[in-house]
């Protein structure tokens, strides 16, 4: 079956540090993969999404790229700020019979100014 | 106008009551789900509803039961609750066909004493 697996948290950093934190799959087929945030109190959201080898998922100065070689989609961002400070997650689905979006443990991120 | 909306966002009660939690989507997609997250943020699909008809049911009691009245509403309704089932319930919508992206409500957070 599908699975993901996250860097352990918590991540603290101060501001403008830069950010990885890595993600590294098992699917069967060609999965679609995910970067959802979640904001303190607030539901999920999409940050970011690759849906094939190499392509690169960006959005709000974070940055993915789909690795089928070596089944990652590390998340990284140059210079971190106080508001990035949430829990991420990485996800996949890969569709067919397993029709659904499977997650990562979730990472927590905390930057101090 | 909010994408996906959960009633209520709070929801405090005592074991063995019987209680819903409603949500409402706007986008037009055609599948919704529920998860819940506990207290480690770790996200469990529970169902999956496409065009009104149940498509995942994973391993959750028959005390949950969801129902969709049309394809914009997927409530869960929970019987004789329990104190492990405290935790932060999310809605989502998808579009099929869409990269698998799916839309996340605000949560509701249910609290049993």
């Known amino acids: 079956g599908n699975s993901v697996t996250q860097m352990e948290g918590p991540v603290t950093l101060s501001e403008e540090a830069f950010l990885t934190i890595n993600c590294t799959y098992t699917?069967?087929?060609?999965?679609?993969l995910f970067w959802y945030v979640q904001y303190p109190g607030e539901g999920l959201q999409l940050l970011l999404k690759a849906t094939k080898a190499d392509d690169k998922g960006s959005n709000k100065g974070f940055e993915a790229t789909y690795r089928k070689e070596t089944t990652s989609f590390h998340l990284e961002k140059g210079s971190v700020q106080v508001s990035d400070s949430a829990v991420y997650f990485c996800a996949l689905n890969s569709g067919g019979s397993n029709y659904k979006l499977t997650f990562g443990k979730g990472t927590l991120l905390t930057v101090n100014p | 106008d909010t994408a996906v909306s959960q009633t209520p966002k709070y929801l405090v009660t005592q074991m063995g009551n019987d209680k819903s939690i409603k949500c409402e989507q706007n986008l037009g997609h055609d599948t919704m789900y529920w998860y819940k997250q506990d207290s480690k943020k770790f996200l469990k699909i529970m169902f999956s509803?496409?065009?009104?008809?149940?498509?995942i049911n994973e391993t959750v009691p028959n005390r949950f039961s969801p129902k969709s009245p049309d394809k914009a509403h997927l409530n869960l309704h929970i019987n004789s609750l329990e104190l492990g089932d405290s935790a932060v319930y999310f809605c989502?919508?998808?579009?099929?066909?869409?990269?698998?992206?799916?839309?996340f409500g605000p949560g509701t957070r249910l609290t049993v004493t």
């Open positions: 509803y496409n065009n009104k008809e149940l498509i």
């Open positions: 989502a919508c998808e579009l099929s066909g869409s990269s698998y992206e799916q839309y």
């Open positions: 699917a069967t087929g060609y999965p679609s």
